[in-house]
């Protein structure tokens, strides 16, 4: 990212990984400035002893202040670097449907879809040694979004906020896994994709 | 709950759920008076008609505000409750610390130790029957765990808040599926316990 402002934040990601991806949608959105080290799960570079001591836990992303503490927890970064700005409500009720939708994703559609990508498109794992209830659980995902969003453009409150920010991330991949967008989380998608200046995958 | 306050919040959980049960110590704890109305997955109350009109995800706990609005996911639902108290630190980075146990807690904490527990105790399923890596992730959490404990009583900025809550409520039932607790951890797990008038089960 180019700016005048020294980066003051390092992270630590996976270019390929939604959860990753998210970290950086939101400092582009805040322009806020940032190192990014490439760190590849598929290359275990997220085994190292010297990633290890960044996150005993393993995983991407992680981010490092300028003062060396350290965070990781892909929607736990978001909501730290996005705290007082206008992708999180202010009402309190808006802010904990926010809250809703970030642990439905962690639990329920990343564990789905992320998964799903993850061992189609980098494992090539063929379909049938896949966990029968895999690709049911993606479906059932994206249809309880593809029902939220019938009254909605937004996922809460009508705005831009972390919820979507964080569901776009894996859903935009979703069609790689050979999955369908069901028709009105393809237009979230695009309403999304170019609110974040991002390209159109699907 | 005995209080003068007539109930403002009624709280749709299965007592046997430390998902549902975080909600219920968080109300406790901060006098918070509700209505508690035990639903069963067990006996798939989380999959009739009305319940699904409650929450589409089918899942517990969910609350129900006086003004009839509805908000799931138990983080979500402690996050909203707790604004504001002493339970959620004031300090930026360390309520930062906190979204990365939670979210930590609904990916790889209760992923792994609330199933084993629920195949083991409640569906009596066979250890052998059981996928291979799930014990073992279970007893990486339980490590984890003990090695942030190696220096701290609680597990953010020396303070009881939302992350204790979170972790301990299916931490104190781990050794109902046979896992041992680390030292830290057991000791952990007493003083919050003790924090909030809670039985030492272990």
Known sequence: MMTD?????????????????????????????????????????????????????????????????????????????????????????????????LFWEQYSHETAIAVLRFRTVYLKIPVEQMEPSLRPRCIAALELMDSHLAQRHYFVDEMLSLADIALVAYTRFAPEAGLVLPPRVAQWVHRVEDDLKLEHLG
């Open 5 to 101: 402002q020294a980066p003051t934040l390092t992270i630590y990601g996976d270019s390929i990984s939604g959860n990753c991806l998210k970290v950086k949608f939101v400092a582009d959105r805040l322009g806020i400035p940032y190192d990014w080290i490439e760190t590849s799960v598929l290359q275990q570079r997220t085994r190292t002893a010297e990633f290890l001591a960044l996150n005993p836990a393993g995983q991407v992303p992680v981010v490092k202040l300028a003062d060396g503490r350290v965070l990781s927890q892909s929607n736990a970064i978001m909501l730290y670097l996005a705290d007082g700005t206008k992708i999180i409500p202010t009402d309190d009720f808006a802010r904990a449907q926010m809250y809703q939708w």
